[in-house]
């Protein structure tokens, strides 16, 4: 019998070794490429034409920022990012949140019709060329507002909100009503309050595709000064795609230049997600079980 | 009627909330839906919705007949399905080694880790690839100073490479995100099962394989239906951020296509087609993976 439970510790013993070498071989695939991204934007022209560091820049330099910062685009970029990101985001979860808590009443006329236009479109959509037309005729291309309006609504949102209104007790709404508060009333004052956390985790989520979304930019979006960060890289990263296609055996400044400013503006494109990153992390989780539940 | 006038009346304070809601839908989701009608006529750019000319099934069947578009199709079901092999695995085993740590912080800094390239945009992580894959990066540094190669060279500029890099930096990306939901589905196994099958001497493998795994079986069923329903949309920003002039036979995928036939050429009513068609296909794939996987699980269906 001691022999037996000793045989079972080792076996344990050695799974949880295993575990652990291959989990930290698995963290070291992440942080070390990221870790390499870093110093690399940190590093001298020089330093990146001649490469061959992985852990540690032979040469740091703020080159690299000095003429990111130099440029004026990026600021404009990066403002426009800030504000189609904070309008986005309060925007969407308002609406959301309104069209929720209406739903949320099971005695409201039309509601299964409501509903059902909802689901339809969350399996059916138009795509690419009919949303592009529709936009187009709407008067939105070139447009701040081609970032806000179009992206108010979600119904798999909606759904998760009118979840959590459902859960609110009755008796809070029925004690108000008695007071004579009216249902607007009722939805800014009580539930909108008491669904902090629900309307949190949208925002983040929301939040995060705004910042990284790219595609509206290039969809319907020519005008440079509407350009945000994430539009502004791309089109550095092809230009310095193309550049060092035309330059195989060529020069090699203007190619390393333009890298030095590439990855300093992945640095600076990438700050704001990594800097929120550990205070919401604990949003996350109940975020996916939300989203899970609807489904 | 009148009754329902009546009622309308009556609660028009929180019909005034939900209309918007369906307005927008009307607006931004029906009438695109609608749009898809141009998939059977012939849209040029002088003409409305409504005027341009019905030609039927004519741009299915230059489809059909369409080079190009096969390529695509080609490529969308190469990655896909290396996608699904390795990808739809890797979640899975991450999350079963996850949730057999004990310590705590050491599981904390793992989870942490893992979620954070799920955060970084493809534009982003597009423009890492690049550094990295380049001559002098870390890549090729990695592969000379182990002595695997001894000529660095662009992977990224080599077509017959492109599917792995397509396939294994989505999985670098999404493989930690994709553990969250695992993990959660683990956390609410019954803990006295582990400690039954201990007495019985299971070995952990064991204990993984007739307890965790079995108590995830719907989830990841519901998982690979999604998955598999979405087996022809290939990300569309992954391909134009690291597709190039060297890499495009094997890198254009539908969506891709999609998007240079439409917005590139302005050949909407073809693109529109081949846009319709996947979705049509998607739809069957969906309803078939839904009817195979609830065969599997004792006839109850996931959906």
């Known amino acids: ?295 | 009627m009148k009754e329902f006038i009546i009622d309308y009346r009556r609660q028009w304070e929180i019909q005034s909330m939900i209309i918007p809601g369906i307005i927008f839908m009307i607006i931004f989701c029906y009438i695109p839906i609608y749009g898809l009608t141009i998939a059977f006529k012939n849209y040029t750019v002088i003409d409305t919705l409504s005027s341009a000319p019905w030609v039927g099934l004519e741009n299915f069947r230059i489809i059909m007949s369409d080079k190009y578009f096969w390529d695509a199709v080609v490529n969308t079901l190469g990655i896909s399905f290396l996608k699904l092999g390795i990808g739809f695995v890797i979640p899975i085993i991450l999350a079963i080694m996850i949730y057999e740590l004990h310590s705590g912080r050491f599981k904390k800094f793992v989870q942490t880790i893992s979620y954070l390239p799920h955060f970084l945009s493809w534009i982003v992580l597009g423009g890492m690839l690049i550094t990295w894959f380049s001559t002098t990066g870390l890549f090729n540094q990695l592969l000379l100073s182990l002595g695997i190669i001894s000529q660095p060279q662009n992977i990224l500029l080599d077509a017959g490479k492109y599917w792995w890099i397509a396939t294994l930096s989505d999985i670098w990306k999404e493989a930690g995100w994709g553990t969250i939901l695992y993990l959660a589905i683990m956390s609410k196994i019954d803990p006295t099962y582990y400690e039954a099958a201990k007495i019985d001497g299971a070995s952990r493998l064991r204990q993984i394989w007739n307890i965790t795994l079995p108590n995830m079986k719907s989830i990841i069923s519901l998982n690979l239906i999604l998955t598999v329903s979405g087996l022809l949309g290939s990300n569309l920003d992954q391909t134009l951020v690291l597709m190039n002039s060297q890499n495009r036979d094997k890198a254009e995928v539908i969506n891709s296509y999609v998007y240079r036939m439409g917005m590139s050429q302005g050949d909407f009513s073809y693109a529109t087609a081949v846009g319709l068609g996947v979705s049509i296909v998607s739809v069957i794939l969906l309803v078939t993976a839904n009817k195979i996987t609830s065969k599997l699980n004792d006839n109850q269906s996931v959906l």
């Open chain 1, 1 to 295: 019998m001691n022999g037996k439970v000793a045989k079972e510790d080792l076996d344990s013993r050695i799974f949880d070794t295993l575990n652990i070498i291959l989990l930290t071989i698995c963290t070291v695939i992440i942080v070390v490429p990221l870790w390499n991204v870093i110093i690399s934007s940190f590093s001298s022209g020089k330093a990146l034409a001649e490469g061959g560091f992985i852990f540690w820049s032979p040469e740091f330099s703020l080159e690299n920022y000095r003429a990111v910062f130099n440029d004026s685009s990026i600021w404009q970029a990066f403002f426009i990012s800030v504000s189609k990101t904070t309008i986005g985001v309060v925007t969407h979860v308002f609406f959301c949140a309104m069209v929720g808590y209406g739903l949320s009443k099971k005695y409201i006329r039309g509601r299964k019709l409501y509903v059902a236009m909802g689901v339809i479109t969350m399996f059916f959509s138009g795509g690419m060329i009919p949303t592009y037309l529709l936009i187009k005729s709407l008067g939105l291309l070139n447009s701040f507002w081609v970032y806000i309006i179009p992206a108010l609504f979600s119904f798999y949102d909606v759904v998760i909100l009118m979840n959590f209104f459902r859960n609110v007790p009755d008796s809070l709404e029925e004690s108000a009503k008695i007071d004579g508060a009216g249902d607007w009333h009722i939805f800014l004052k009580i539930f909108i309050p008491l669904s902090m956390p629900a309307m949190a985790t949208i925002a983040l989520f929301n939040g995060v595709g705004q910042w990284n979304d790219f595609m509206t930019t290039k969809l319907y979006i020519t005008d440079q000064s509407l350009y945000p960060l994430q539009m502004m890289l791309y089109e550095i990263i092809v230009q310095s795609q193309t550049q060092s296609m035309q330059n195989i055996g060529g020069s090699a400044v203007i190619e390393t230049t333009t890298k030095g400013v590439q990855l300093a503006t992945i640095v600076i494109t990438t700050l704001p997600i990594v800097l929120i990153y550990p205070v919401l992390q604990r949003y996350f989780i109940s975020g996916m079980m939300l989203g899970a539940v609807k489904e």
